[in-house]
Structures are given as C-alpha cells and as structure tokens.
C-alpha cells in the first residue's frame, strides 16, 4: 500500500509532534466513517502505522500505547486492527529479513491487551498464533477446524433410507396407492405421512420423491396429488431439483423418458408449484443445439432449392445419392429425448397455453410445431378452443360433426363462444401452429368454414359501431389465410376436398385481397419454411417431368397429374407452366385441354399467376428491333383467351390490369382484352374478310355468329355472360371503351418516343381494333337498361371525356338503336294498328323523340360555322345508323340457310352418326335455319321503315342556302373519312349511304362532285392511315368504284340511277347580267370520260406513292390497291403503268424489306390475272382514233402523254416523265391569272354554286368559260372530220409547243439574269406589257380583229410544210436547258395541300387535267402568290410599284372583258364561218368529258403567256433587244388567236342558253 498518509516527518518528530498529528488524523478518519466515508482510509492508516514498527522506524511501546488509544474511538477498532495485523501477517511470511518478521510479532504480542483472542484465532494463520502462544501446536489446531466444518456441513442427520429399513416407506406406498374413491382427501394422507416420517424417521425429501413416483403412476388423479404435494411441501427449489434430477436420469442416449413424467412436471408447472425457469435448467437439450440444428435443417432445405437451378452432371448426382444414404444411416442412432419438446406436449394436451407458449418463444419459429406430436397437440387444443363457436356458426347443414369433450382444467383456454373470442388465443395458437396446420385436416377444414361464416356476417354487416372490430377481425382472418391456410396446403398431399373448401372462404374476400396472398403465398412463404423448400423442389421436378411429356395424345393422363400436383402448390406448378408457354406457344393447346382436373381454387390461382407474368418488370414487351410485340406476350395472350373461356374463372383481376395499364399510357396489354372477347363473345376483328363474311356482317346477330367470322363460334353464351358480368359488377365497361378511345390517339403522341413507326401504327390498330371488338361486345349483349345507364350522352363522351367523335358516335350508336326499338315497342302497344303505314309512322315518331335531344346535343361538337353548310340532323342520322339498317343481305341469308340444308343432308346420309345424334344435330341445323329466316324478315321490316323515315327526312338534310362545294367538303370531312376508315363494315356504310342520299334524289347533294373529291386525292390520306385503315380505306373506295363501274358499265343502269338525278345535274350560269339558271343532267359518255379521268388520278397517286421509296406510303398505296384490284385498273396502259412500279418495288425491296416485297409480289400476281379483263382506252371511254401518221395506232392516252410530242408519247411506260412534270409547273403557275384575263365570257357547268373567300368572283368566270367550251365541243362532236381540218388542228398543236418552248427558255433565261442587269430589262418589260394589253383587244376596232385572222392563217400556210417534217421525224425534248432549280420547284409543286376540302380542285395537277371544267385550281392560285412573294423578297425596292401594276392591271382587265364580250357577238359568224370544220378531233385525246387537244393546247398558251407577264416584272432576263421583239411578236399573235377562240366561245354559249330558255 502505497504512504500517503504517514509523512516521513512525523516518524522522525514523533514523540515532539508526529504522534499528536497521527492521532488527529485518526480521530478525523473516524468522524468521517460516521458520515459515510470509506473504513479503508483508517485501515491504511493502521497500516502505515504498524509498517514503520516492522521496518524497524518507530519503538515498539511508542506505537503499542497509540494503537491503545485509538481503540477508543471505534467499536469495531480491534476488527479492523485484526484485519490489518492479518495482511501484515501474510506479507512478513514472505519477506527474507527475519528480523521484520519478529518485529510484527511483538508488535501483535503487545496488542493482546486490547485485542481479543478470538478475533485474533479468526484472522491469523495457524503457525503465527503458535508463535504468539494462543495455541499449542498449529497442527493440531488444522485438525480440530476441520472435524468442526465437517460435522457442521456434511454430516447428515440419521434419517431412515430406503435401502436401510423399509416398513415405513411401505406403509407410506400403501398409504399413496390407496383407493381415492371415497372420502380420502389429501389432508387426511398428509397426517398420515407425518405420523409415518416421525414414526420410522423418515427421510421428508425421500418422502417427497415418492409421492413423485406414485403420482407419475397414478397421473389420473391429479387433483388429489397436487393439493397434496402442495400441502406437503415449503419450498418450490427443492421440488424441482428432485424433478430435475429424475428428467436427468433418462438423458443417456437410447433412454425414453416417460410421459408420465412430463405430464407431473407439466401439472406441477400448470399449477405454479415450480417455476418454468428452475426446471428448463435441468431439461436437454441446450437451447443452443436446438438452434444448431434448426441452422442444419435450413441449410439443407436451401441446397435443395439451389439444385433447382443448378445443372446435375450425372457423376455429381451419384454422389449426392450415397451423401443422402450416409446422413440416413446417421439418423438411425437415435439422439436423446428432446425434453423440452416432451414437456411442451404435456403442456398443451391439458391446456397450459401460457407455459406453452413461453417454451416456444424460446426455440426457433416453427421448429417446436414441426414435430408432428407437437403439432397434433396443439391442434387438438385448438379443437377444443373452437368447438363451441364451430357448432354454432361453422357446422355446415346436415352435418352432426364429431362431439369434442372439453378439458376438465378450469385454468385451461377458455372456449370461443364468438368471433370475437378467437382474438383471446386462437388466433395466437394458430400462428405457432404455421404450416403444420397439414397434419389436421379437419381442423383445417374448421378454421376455413369459421372464415367463411365470418366473411357471410362482415358482409351483412351494417353497424358502423361494430365496423372497427369487425374489420380488425378480417385483418386477423387474412393473415391466418396468409401464414397458416395456405402454406398447410402445401404441405398436404393433393388434398382436392381441402382446395375447394378454402376456395368457398376465399370467394368471399375481393380479388385483390386474393392476389395478395397469392402473391405471399408464391414468392415468401416457401422460401420461410424448410419444409416448404423441399415441397417446392419436388413440385417442380414434378412439373418438369409431366410438361416434358405433354402431347395432344396423352391430355388426359397428364391432365390428371396436373391436377394432383395443383392441388396442393398450384402456383408453383402455373408458375412453371407459364414459363414454358412463354419460350413454346404450341404448348398453348394440349395445356388448356390437361386443366380439366383443376379445383376452382386452382383456377383463381392460374389467373393470377398469368396476370403475374404479364406484369413481370424484367420482361421487355418489344422484341429486341423494337418493330412487333414479343412472343412471349402473344403466347400469353393466347392462353388467356382460351382458359378464360374455358374454364370458369374470374375476369375481374386481368380486366382491372388492363385498366390499369390503359391509365398508365400502356396499351401493349390491350393484345390480351382481344384475344379474351375474341375467345369468350367469338367476335372477331380483322380487316381480311372476305366479301362474303362482310355481307353477313350486315345482317342480324345470328347471321354475323354464322357468316361473319373466320372461326365457327358457338357455346359462347355462358362465356359472354361471365364477361359481361365481370364487366358490369366492377364497373369496367365504359372506363375501359374511354381509355381505349384516349388511349388510341395518345399511342402516336405518349407511347411514340424513340419507337419505330411501324410498331406504333401497330399499337394504334391494336387499340383501335380492341374498341371496335369491345364495343361490339357490349351493344351485342348489354341490355338496353345497362347500357344507356352507363354510356352517357353524346355531347358528355365528347366534351368531358375528350371522346373523339368517331369512337363516340360508335359507343352511343346501340344506345340510340335501343332506345328507338324500346320507344316504338311502347307506341306499338299503345295505339294497336297493324297496318304497315301505320307502323311505319309510328316508327317515324319515335326516331324523332329519341334522336332530337341528338340532334341538339351535337351541335356543339362543332363551330357553328359547321351548321351552315350540314344540318344536325343529317349529321346524326349518318354517325347512327349502320349498315343494318341500309340494306338487307338476301344473298348472305340464303347463303347460310342452303349451307344448314346441306349440313340436314349430309347428317342424314352418314350411317356412321348415333340415331339419337342425328336428330339432335338435325334439330339444331332446324332451329339455326328458322332463326335465320325469321331474322331476314325482321330486318327486311326495319329496313323499310328506316329507308321510309329517310325519305321524309332527306329534304331538310342539307342547306340550301349553302354552297353544293363546302356542303360536300364538310361531308366528306366530318362524316364520311373519319367513319370510313374506323372498321370494314363502316368503310362499306360510308359508300353505300353516299349511294343511298343520291337515290334519295337529296336536294343540294352533288354526288358527281362527292365521288370526284374521294377518287382525285388519295395520297395523303393513303399516306396518313397505318396499316390496318389501310385496309378500310380500300375496302371504302374499292365499294365506291364498284358503284362507278356499275353505272359506267351500262348506259341504261346509269340512264336509270343517275340520268335525271339532281346528284348528276350540272347548273349554267351565265357570267352576263341575266342570272338565269340552267340545269342539264350529265350524259353517258361525258360521264364515262369523267370515270377515265378518276381512274388517271388514282393511277397518279398510286405511283407516286410507290416512287416516294417511304416504308409506310408504299405499303399502304399496295394495300389499298389489293383492295380494290376488283374494280381497278380497268384500262390498260394505266394497269401497265402500275405494273412497271411495282415490278421496281420487287427488284428494290426484295433484300431490303421483305414485307414489302412480299406485299408487292402479292399485288404483281393478281394485277397480272386481271390483265385479261383490262381494256384500251378508246373502249374505256369514247375516244376518236387520231390522225395518221401523227401517232401509233397502239398508243393509249395514258397519264402524262396529252399535249405532248409524238416523240414524248413513246418514252414508253413511265407515264410521269420529266414532260409531264415541266408542263404541270407551268399550267399551274399561269392557269388562275389567264383565266382572270379572258376576254369572252366563259361559262361551265359547275357542281357547286359556292365560291372561296377572295376568288369567287374568278372561279365563277371560269366555270362559265368551261361550259362554253363544252357546249362547243359537243356541238363539233356531230360535225363532219375533214383531213383539211385536221391537218390544221395539227399545225395549230405545233405552233402552240413551239410557243411553249420559248416561254420556258425566256423564264429560265430570266431566272439566270444578274441583278445588275435588271434595270436594263424593264424597259423591254414595259413594252411587251403595252403590247400585250393591244393583243387583249383592249379599245380594238373589230376591223383589226379580222385583219389579225387573216395574217394568222398566212402564216399558218408558210409553216405547213416545216410542220410536216417535225411530224414525220419526232424528236425527245431535251431536258439540258431546264435548271436544277426549275426541277425543284417542279418537285415541290408535286405535292398539293392535304386538304379534302381542295382535293377536287388539285385535279389540274397534272397537265392532262389542266383543263377540268369542273373545279377550279385554288392552290395553283396560291402556288403563284407565294412566288410572287419570293420575288418581293428578293427584290423588296420595287415590291410596292409591281403591286400597283398588277393592281392597275386587273382592272383594266376586267373592264376589258365586258366590253370584249359584247364586241365578240357581233363577230361571231363571220368566225364561224372561217373556222367551219377546224375542231373535228377536238375529243381525240380529251382527258375529261369536256376536253379537247387544241383547247388544251390554246389554254395553255394563254396560262404561260400570262405567268411570263406577271414574272417578267421581277425576274431577272438576259435575253437581247432582238429576242425581245420577236418575243413580243409571237405574243401579240397569240393573243389575238386567243381573242377569237373567245368569241367563239362566247357566241356558242349564247345559243346553248337561247336552246335551254
């Protein structure tokens, strides 16, 4: 011990001051002990005190008489002093240095005084107390100290054994093991056990251990040994080491404890005689082995799941089988008892769930409950639990049940009288038990009708008080489905009885509360249990053995062992199924057929496994070109339509996934909705059907399920009914039909991104066609209450849910049907007439009462602007009627009811059939046969009423005020393009309304100018629809050109169908001050001219669709030709030109894209069979040959060869030469200004009286210069044909090319002209402008105008003989002087506006056309405004003074033209007199009923002339001064030509109105 507190100078001043101070410190010390201070502060001050004695530092009597002195201040001083003269002790032995030694003994020697012996005897050893005298010898001492331990703690008192006298241990058996019977009780044997312990000295623990022994064999009598032990005994520890130590004796290897012994130790526990912890102690095995061994079992479970995924060489699986044998031949020795285990039995077999319970908290989940006797006793706790409940709410009817006896221990859980008792400990119990529920099925089978008695009273549940322990109470069911149905489920051995059972609780709960335990059940529970991973490995090699051998033969067998491994782990089975399915899609069929054998529980789980892998995030739904939808969701696709219908499962779950998914912007699921309805209504959507199936889609329901699908669908009706059921009770149908609609145009916009075009025109049809099926679905089976409560009103789909129009007209359409069949059922039941008038009227009325909130509904899907041009009504009665309702498919019923009359007869022929089949079979073809008539008849009934109500209405359809152009624009915009490419049967509709509005002679309908504007601008619509439209675009035309044909193929059909219809009237006009009104039906052949020139333009389109070299044009523009190959190409150098391109297509796209390729080689082959059938042009339309020796007799008119050279006719087949394309440039630049500047008065027969904005008033002056040329022409017609006249037409033809050719070379020379030399040109500009305005006849005396014929026909005699050599020797135009900048806007002037609405007036595209008297060119117009704006822009300084140019110009020019016609009347037969005879060929190469070569020619003149004029005031020229003179001449010689042909014109037209008056 260290000196801290004895300083050095108080020894060496001791006797001055060192011992006063000693003893302060002393006294100090000790006060502070009083207050709590340490006692080890004094004792080393003693120490240190009697350390410097030792050492020899201090006298022995100086520190004796201070030692003395402090014995006063303590009691227990010389305690203390005891304890430090014993460390002294211990410390001097050691030390060498005797004298030190002999120093401490005096020092104790002379402490004696106030030191007891005693206490001294106590602290020191033997030899220093013999040293100090207190004994005699030390070794006799250590003997007596140990004879006194001995005696006072191992000598036992004399106690009688058993093996020393044993007549009182047999009185005390006989006293024990006497009959209880009576009115012994443990009291009275308690006294004689007393008499009998003081009687023969009886050992009490002995005693004790034999009442033990007597109640483990007398474990009947409980009650009477346990009052009796409890009596018997004080202290808890000694009854449970005596217990301890008999559970110790079995725990040898090989040793059974009994159980006997757990059940005492079990009632001892129960009863709180012992404690759970005092005896856990002595009972094995350690907690830390039985976790050890849990460790094992997991271990194992997972490498058995690892070799699921491994691949087993056969070597490594040799070696696994001897592993496996070895661990067998371990198991055979047998451990120990598991005693815990034991006790753990007894506990629950009598009911002391809490004891129980705290022994299984202490092992691993599962591992106590996974010994069957465990588990056993727990379920037959659990039993008794249950019992009362399970008799009064879970007993099905009719079952007596067997009677459980309850547990006679009051301590014991009590039973559940109610639901709400199952929360106390049942449900508790239940969690321990897990999965090994299994080994008591009826108990299983208890729990389950509990739930599902449950489920039956939360449903009917309308107490709000008693929602909360009601929904506690579901959550507590859920889970016990969840941790203890299921997973015991797995573990039984294909317990189908069981499935269905738990299917009865389950069908209770909603889907998605199914899903979620399935989903637990599949994905965690059998990766928690050890035993469920083995289950698992063995289901799968099960599943893998049966799918290796499933065939189409052996369906049955391997649907049976389907159907026993299902039983049990269905989602480990469908699991593997699916993933097979998904790699082999031929597997689809023999799967379906072998899940016969399912339960209906197994069912639910195959739904949810297949809408599982549906949404598994890891599967790409695009294959990897990311162009088409992956495999493996078409194969799934597949399956669920054909398990769906099947077998009965429920839809719900994947429908809402569809949802779902549509909510989310996907539509790849969509594929699956199809394949479902398809499958489950048999209603197909496919855009090849044939002409065939098309009709009998048009009939009634039976007639479509006949005729109309590729696949016989029958036993549909219980299929179609669960959908629709699913459908209407979680209220799924419209959401579905509105996010489908929104969804369908999003596809483009939300799901385009980076994906391929291809793919998504792809989802766009998927989800276009998905509506179509689906809402077929729905009007085919919804009744009319159910779906006009949940489709709403038209206005509400359109502007609420941004519908569009055509997806909403769709939806609403058998809605109206319905409620237009209700109405007239009700008025036929009111007013009882029969007659058909009386029907029909009826009828009538009830069109009008449901279609009038219609009507004002739809006014406002559209700017009112709309309404002036259509009426609401007419535009409702398009967008809801069907093609049922135009027209009743005799031809498709007779069809069908022949094929049922062949079925009767060839049923009867057959010898093979059964007699009892026959006559069923008999009997159903029977029935179909009656439906079906009986079907025609009803239809052929609302037909005519349809079309009687149509007849009434058609009158207030259109507006008359309106004009005929804009009524057909708005039509053909808001009606007929938006339905005709929605699905087949509307693109046939969509043509034959258009037929029937012209049979109802409606009035201000022009059907000529409707047909005009569908056939003249196909391309952008072509190239605007995906692949599927594409189909329906040419289903539309190819039935609109089977009604141009019919008409055009017969003069008496079309003298029938259109000779005096108001659809085919033409209405004169004149351009003078009269006003009157003409109208003049279209004759035959000018109607045959019009045909040729629609079947030019769709040759147009196609080529230049097939020349862009896009994917989605050229496939589209082959699709719709296959369509309508029926009716087109009928002529044969357009059929030519189309087979030229297409042959292109198949050289070029054979390697780079072979769909295209397949598609063109497909149209190649069936072009080429319909060659046969093609005709030359003049047979086509009527068509003079031409001259000879001008052109060869074979050539045919085709597009691009009229107003051309010889030479330029025989480049052959390419009928869109870089001629063609240089003379539509120019017409179209020039051909609107020429017509503004025509000096006489030009009318035209026009199919629309209306007029564009700011060029009314020049298209009205066109259209008359039209009809004037057309009256001429068909006066000409009846005209002798001279070879005078014609050669003159000839050299006309010429001197207008030539006049042709220098125009383009002055444009292009002024194009190339530098700007410097600009201001030299306007000049020469200026005077060509003055001249020019004298070639117009402007203030000219009609003595010049005569003095000009004449000089014109001079000249025409000097260049006879140069025109006959260009004729005899044609040479090619060169193209070297057209500039690349001339080719480009060629090129950009080739695409007009892709406006339907202009679509008739881009007929003068092309120059063949460039004379149509129909329609007048209102982009033309615009083309040349934009290139005056282009010239502003490059020169801006002398913008503004052109402007006022043109300005000043146009009104010169208009009042030129009043005073021109005026003089030209006057002239007229003098003219006529001069040109007898020059037009006889006029209609030899007439591309339109109302053309001819040499007006062709003249207007074109006239076109380019004007649109040189216009250019020359900003285009750049570097022509000479010479040039510019004979430019100028050749100018005024043109204009006065055209001057007279004016008059002409003008005179003609005037005796064709004084005709008409």
């Not at 033997?126 to 703690?153: D, M, R, Y």
């Amino acid at each position: 011990m260290a000196t801290l507190i004895l300083a050095g100078e108080w020894v060496k001043n001791w006797e001055k001051s060192g011992k006063h101070q000693f003893v302060q410190l002393c006294k100090g010390l000790t006060e502070k002990i009083d207050h709590g201070c340490r006692i080890k502060d004094i004792q080393a001050a003693l120490y240190e005190l009697c350390w410097q004695v030792v050492q020899g530092n201090l006298k022995l009597d100086l520190v004796a008489s201070v030692l003395g002195e402090m014995m006063e201040l303590r009691d227990d001083m010389p305690s203390i002093l005891a304890d430090v003269f014993s460390i002294l002790d211990l410390e001097t032995v050691a030390l060498e240095e005797k004298h030190k030694r002999d120093h401490y003994i005096q020092l104790v020697g002379a402490c004696l005084v106030f030191v007891p012996e005693a206490i001294l005897k106590e602290r020191l050893d033997p030899e220093t107390l013999e040293s100090l005298g207190l004994i005699k010898q030390a070794h006799q001492f250590n003997q007596k100290i140990v004879k006194i331990k001995t005696k006072l703690f191992y000598k036992q008192q004399k106690f009688n054994l058993l093996r020393e006298e044993n007549e009182g241990y047999a009185k005390l058996i006989t006293e024990l093991g006497q009959d209880l019977s009576g009115n012994i009780t443990s009291h009275i044997v308690l006294e004689s056990i007393k008499s009998l312990i003081g009687c023969f000295n009886l050992d009490p623990n002995r005693v004790l251990d034999i009442i033990l022994e007597v109640y483990e064999s007398r474990s009947d009598q409980d009650e009477f040994f346990l009052s009796l032990i409890k009596s018997y005994m004080c202290e808890a520890l000694t009854l449970c080491h005596i217990l301890g130590f008999k559970f110790k004796f079995y725990q040898e290897p090989n040793e059974e404890t009994p159980k006997s012994l757990y059940h005492i130790a079990a009632a001892l526990l129960h009863h709180n005689l012992i404690e759970l912890e005092d005896l856990y102690v002595h009972l094995l095995p350690l907690d830390a082995a039985i976790v050890e061994e849990h460790k094992l079992v997991i271990s194992e479970a997972k490498q058995i799941a690892r070799k699921l995924v491994m691949v087993v060489v056969p070597s490594d699986k040799s070696e696994d089988k001897e592993k496996e044998k070895e661990k067998e031949e371990d198991k055979i020795e047998q451990p120990p008892d598991n005693q815990k285990l034991g006790l753990l039995e007894a506990l629950l077999r009598i009911g002391d769930w809490h004891h129980a319970q705290s022994i299984m908290d202490q092992m691993p989940p599962f591992y106590a409950t996974s010994h069957k006797f465990i588990a056993l006793a727990l379920c037959q706790l659990l039993h008794l639990t249950v019992e009362p409940l399970y008799r009064g709410a879970g007993l099905p009817k009719g079952a007596r049940g067997r009677v459980m006896h309850p547990l006679q221990n009051k301590r014991a859980p009590k039973p559940a009288e109610s639901f709400e008792d199952l929360r106390r400990e049942t449900f508790s119990m239940l969690g321990y038990l897990g999965p090994h529920l299994a080994h008591d099925a009826i108990l299983f089978a208890k729990i389950v009708r509990l739930g599902k008695a449950f489920m039956k009273e939360y449903q009917s549940n309308e107490n709000l008080d008693n929602k909360d322990k009601m929904e506690v109470l579901l959550s507590c069911f859920l889970s016990i489905a969840d941790q203890v149905l299921l997973p015991s489920l797995s573990l039984m051995e294909c317990n189908a009885c069981m499935s269905e059972e738990l299917w009865g609780f389950f069908k209770l709960f909603p889907y998605h509360h199914r899903y979620r335990l399935y989903g637990q059940w599949k994905n965690e529970t059998y990766s928690s249990h050890p035993l469920l991973v083995k289950v698992k490995a063995n289901t799968v090699e099960g599943a893998r053995y049966i799918m290796k051998r499933l065939t189409k033969e052996n369906v049955k067998q391997s649907g049976r062992q389907i159907g026993k491994l299902s039983h049990s782990n269905p989602t480990i089975l469908f699991d593997y199924m699916l993933s097979q399915i998904q790699w082999y899609d031929n597997l689809i069929g023999p799967v379906v057929d072998s899940l016969k054998y399912l339960t209906s529980l197994n069912y639910d789980v195959l739904a949810y496994c297949i809408i599982e892998a549906l949404a598994n995030p890891e599967k790409e739904k695009m294959k990897h070109d990311d162009t088409t939808i992956s495999s493996w969701l078409q194969s799934l696709a597949s399956l669920c339509g054909a398990v769906f219908r099947k077998y009965p499962i429920e839809l719900a779950g994947l429908l809402q996934y569809v949802t779902n998914q549509l909510k989310a912007g996907k539509s790849f699921d969509l594929l699956i909705l199809k394949e479902v309805v398809q499958k489950m209504a048999g209603i197909e959507v496919t855009d090849d059907m044939t002409l065939e199936q098309l009709e009998a889609m048009t009939g009634g329901e039976q007639l479509k399920a006949e005729g109309g699908y590729f696949g016989q669908i029958r036993n549909t009706k219980k299929s179609s009914q669960r959908l629709k059921d699913a459908l209407l009770d979680h209220e799924l149908a419209l959401p579905l039909c509105v996010l489908m609609v929104q969804q369908r145009n999003g596809v483009v916009f939300l799901e385009s991104g980076e994906k391929d075009l291809k793919l998504v025109g792809h989802l766009y049809d998927q989800c276009h066609d998905t509506l179509v099926q689906f809402g077929g679905f729905l009007a085919s089976n919804l009744s009319t209450e159910d779906y006009i409560k949940r489709v709403p009103p038209i206005d509400v789909l359109c502007n609420q849910f941004h519908t569009p129009h055509d997806a909403a007209f769709f939806l609403s359409r058998p809605m109206y049907a319905h409620q237009i069949s209700s109405k007239y059922d009700e008025l036929k039941k009111a007013e009882k007439g029969n007659r058909q008038q009386q029907k029909v009227q009826k009828y009538v009325a009830a069109c009008e009462q449901v279609m009038t909130p219609v009507h004002e509904a739809v006014m406002s899907l559209h700017p009112g602007r709309v309404w002036e041009d259509l009426r609401p009504q007419f535009y409702a009665t398009f967008w809801s009627l069907t093609m049922y309702d135009l027209a009743v498919p005799h031809a498709a019923y007779e069809r069908e009811v022949n094929k049922l009359k062949a079925q009767i007869k060839a049923i009867d022929e057959n010898p093979e059939i059964p007699i009892n089949k026959k006559k069923k079979e008999k009997e159903r073809c029977t029935a179909l046969q009656e439906k079906l008539q009986e079907e025609e008849k009803k239809q052929l009934e609302h037909v005519q009423r349809v079309l009687h109500r149509l007849k009434l209405e058609k009158d207030k359809w259109l507006m008359t005020k309106s004009t005929k152009n804009e009524t057909i624009t708005k039509f053909l915009q808001l009606c007929l393009f938006p339905r005709c490419t929605f699905s087949s049967i509307d693109a046939v509709y969509c043509a034959r309304f258009v037929e029937l509005v012209h049979q109802q002679m409606t009035p201000n309908f022009c059907t000529l100018l409707c047909y005009d504007r569908v056939f003249s601008a196909i391309i952008y619509t072509v190239a605007s629809c995906t692949e599927n439209e594409s189909h329906r675009y040419g289903r539309f035309l190819c039935c609109m050109l089977e009604t141009v044909t019919r008409w055009h193929s017969d003069r008496a059909v079309y003298e029938k169908e259109c000779g005096n219809y108001p659809g085919f009237l033409t209405i004169l006009r004149a351009s003078g001050f009269d006003g009157g009104q003409q109208a003049n039906p279209l004759d035959y052949e000018n109607f045959r001219h019009v045909v040729h020139k629609w079947h030019y333009m769709l040759t147009k389109a196609s080529v230049h669709c097939l020349e862009t070299g896009d994917y989605t044009h050229i496939r589209n523009i082959l699709i719709v030709l296959i369509k309508i190959l029926p009716c087109y190409p009928k002529v044969l150098n357009l059929g030519q030109a189309l087979e030229y391109r297409v042959h292109k297509i198949c050289l070029k796209e054979k390697e780079k894209r072979p769909d295209l390729y397949a598609l063109a080689m497909g149209y190649s082959g069936r072009l080429k069979s319909q060659k046969l059938r093609m005709v030359p042009e003049n047979e086509f339309h009527h068509k003079e040959p031409p001259a000879r020796n001008v052109t060869s007799t074979s050539q045919q008119n085709g597009p691009g060869n009229t107003g051309k050279p010889a030479a330029a006719m025989m480049k052959g087949d390419d009928v869109f030469s870089e001629d063609a394309d240089r003379g539509k440039d120019k017409s179209q630049t020039t051909k609107i200004v020429n017509k503004a500047n025509s000096a006489a008065a030009k009318v035209t027969a026009s199919n629309g009286n209306g007029a564009l904005n700011s060029t009314k008033i020049i298209k009205e002056r066109d259209d008359k210069e039209k009809s004037g040329k057309e009256k001429k022409e068909k006066k000409e017609k009846t005209a002798g044909s001279t070879p005078d006249t014609k050669a003159e037409a000839r050299r006309e033809k010429l001197r207008e090319e030539r006049a042709g050719k220098d125009e383009r070379a002055l444009r292009e020379g002024k194009e190339k002209t530098p700007k410097a030399e600009r201001d030299k040109v306007k000049p020469e500009e200026k005077n060509k402008d003055d001249k020019a305005k004298a070639g117009n006849g402007e203030s000219v005396e009609p003595s010049r105008e005569r003095d000009a014929i004449k000089e014109l026909k001079n000249k025409e005699k000097a260049e006879r003989s140069a025109v006959a050599v260009s004729r005899k020797s044609p040479v090619p135009r060169s193209d070297s002087a057209e500039t690349e900048r001339d080719h480009k806007r060629r090129k950009l002037d080739s695409h007009s506006s892709p406006s339907h609405s202009s679509s008739v007036k881009d007929n003068s595209i092309d120059p063949k056309e460039s004379t149509s008297k129909y329609h007048l060119n209102y982009i033309a117009l615009s083309r040349s405004k934009s290139r005056e704006r282009e010239l502003e822009k490059i020169d801006p300084e002398n913008a503004i003074g052109r402007k006022e140019k043109r300005e000043e110009k146009e009104r010169k020019e208009r009042k030129r033209d009043v005073v021109a016609g005026e003089r030209e009347a006057s002239l007229e037969p003098k003219r006529r007199k001069d040109e007898n005879g020059t037009n006889s060929s006029k209609n030899s190469q007439s591309e339109s009923p109302c053309d001819s070569p040499l007006s062709v020619e003249k207007e074109k003149s006239k076109r380019s002339k004007s649109s040189s004029k216009e250019k020359g005031e900003s285009v750049k020229t570097e022509r000479t001064s010479t040039g510019g003179k004979k430019e100028s001449r050749h100018d005024k010689e043109k204009k006065e030509k055209r001057d007279s042909s004016g008059g002409k014109e003008e005179k003609k037209h005037h005796k064709s109105s004084d005709k008409h008056r």
